[in-house]
């Protein structure tokens, strides 16, 4: 994994070492925090020619993880911040399908290292970040205040990722799943050294440069920035960003998002679009609404579009070309205290490629994110 493990021993290194600073000084702004979420619910999926519901699953849009961070200052106004992270995603929605409805294959292996990183933070000149984490570009293709973001987002795919497309006739499914179909090229989290800039009048700057070391089949190196934007403007907020993508041997990507919510009416709308120089490209949009009805907590309802060419990614098996479209929608029960989100999607599958036809799918996800 050439530099791999060289990069977790800086990390760990570093994250023993705000421990010792810990024990060595005892001030009121230092400590410990833990933190996390169980999202687990219902998904019922209808292939075409059959159906089958799967209980107890992970929302992979926001699945569940634990986590801890750590926090002291430092001299000349500088702070420490370390994290750690995993995931705790048995029987995610991105995993199961007809032939492997319980995830057998799941273990609780390095892959669920969501985030192990150390960081040195300073109101003038920024943030510095060592370790397992997100890249610059993490996050942009999600910049969407509809309060949706629990089920419904850009990438559509992760409601039923695991499930098998039909072709047309057919009563087997196909070798192709969901989430090669549909796509959102969104960025994620490697072993990096990241910069976040400050933030200017609601602008920042990130960058980012790492390698992929968690994966079993994936060493390579990858790059990205992003520019976002999040600031109010009389009744309007809004949050946009854009960022380009480089990857050692794949095509290299640029994706942006943006939402634009009317805080007195709860009105939103979202757009997202991703592009890679392969040619392959999507455009995504969602227009939402946020009621104040009941004590508890607000109530968003959101409907969404995808609309793909090109998207299918296999490298063992590629097609030539080929049409993605989904549509969505979703409601979502907020609930102040405790911190509980009750969801439910539905959401449609269009596929075809020139290889063949496929079935309309159907899925249906209903459940509930405790966050803590």
Same mark, same amino acid.
């Given at each position: 994994m050439r530099t791999g493990n060289l990069f977790?021993?800086? =990390?760990? !290194? =570093?994250?023993?070492a705000s421990v010792a600073v810990s024990q060595q000084k005892e001030t009121p702004s230092q400590g410990f925090a833990v933190y996390g979420q169980i999202n687990r619910g219902v998904?019922?999926?209808d292939d075409g020619p059959t159906d089958h519901t799967y209980w107890f699953v992970d929302n992979s849009k926001s699945v569940s993880r634990l986590g801890a961070t750590f926090d002291t200052p430092l001299e000349n106004g500088w702070r420490l911040h370390a994290r750690g992270e995993i995931a705790l995603k048995w029987k995610e929605t991105n995993a199961v399908n007809r032939n492997?409805?319980?995830?057998? =294959?799941?273990?609780?292996?390095?892959?669920?290292?969501?985030?192990?990183?150390?960081?040195?933070?300073?109101?003038?000149?920024?943030? /510095?970040?060592?370790?397992? +984490?997100?890249?610059?570009?993490?996050? /942009?293709?999600?910049?969407?205040?509809?309060?949706?973001?629990?089920? !419904?987002?850009?990438?559509?795919?992760?409601?039923?990722?695991?499930?098998?497309l039909v072709p047309n006739g057919a009563y087997d499914p196909s070798n192709k799943k969901i989430k090669q179909a549909f796509r959102s090229m969104g960025s994620s989290r490697?072993?990096?050294?990241?910069?976040? !800039?400050?933030?200017?009048? +609601?602008?920042?700057?990130? !960058?980012?440069?790492?390698?992929?070391?968690?994966?079993?089949?994936?060493?390579?190196?990858?790059?990205?920035t992003s520019l976002r934007?999040?600031?109010?403007?009389?009744?309007?907020r809004i949050r946009a960003g854009g960022a380009f993508r480089w990857i050692e041997e794949r095509p290299n990507v640029a994706i942006a998002s943006g939402s634009l919510l009317h805080r007195p009416s709860g009105w939103n709308v979202t757009l997202?679009? #991703?592009?890679?120089?392969?040619? =392959?490209?999507?455009?995504? #949009?969602?227009?939402?609404?946020?009621?104040?009805?009941?004590? /508890?907590?607000?109530?968003?309802?959101?409907i969404d579009m995808y609309d793909g060419d090109d998207i299918y990614q296999n490298r063992s098996s590629p097609v030539q070309s080929s049409s993605s479209r989904s549509y969505g929608i979703a409601i979502v029960q907020k609930i102040k205290s405790p911190k509980i989100d009750l969801y439910a999607l539905l959401r449609r599958y269009?596929?075809?490629?020139?290889?063949?036809?496929?079935?309309?799918?159907?899925?249906?996800?209903?459940g509930a994110r405790w966050t803590f």
């Open positions: 977790f021993g800086v =990390a760990f !290194a =570093a994250c023993a998904l019922r999926y492997d409805p319980h995830d057998e =294959a799941y273990k609780f292996d390095r892959t669920e290292l969501r985030k192990l990183e150390v960081g040195f933070v300073h109101d003038t000149f920024g943030r /510095i970040t060592l370790g397992q +984490g997100a890249m610059s570009a993490d996050g /942009i293709t999600g910049l969407d205040l509809s309060l949706t973001t629990v089920v !419904a987002g850009t990438p559509v795919q992760d409601a039923a990722g695991g499930q098998f490697r072993l990096r050294l990241r910069f976040d !800039a400050p933030i200017n009048n +609601g602008w920042q700057f990130v !960058a980012a440069a790492g390698q992929e070391v968690l994966s079993y089949n994936d060493d390579q190196l990858y790059a990205d934007y999040d600031g109010d403007h009389g009744d309007f997202a679009t #991703g592009h890679e120089t392969s040619g =392959a490209n999507y455009y995504y #949009g969602k227009i939402g609404y946020i009621g104040r009805w009941f004590d /508890i907590g607000q109530t968003a309802i959101s269009e596929y075809t490629d020139s290889t063949a036809q496929y079935q309309d799918s159907l899925a249906l996800l209903a």
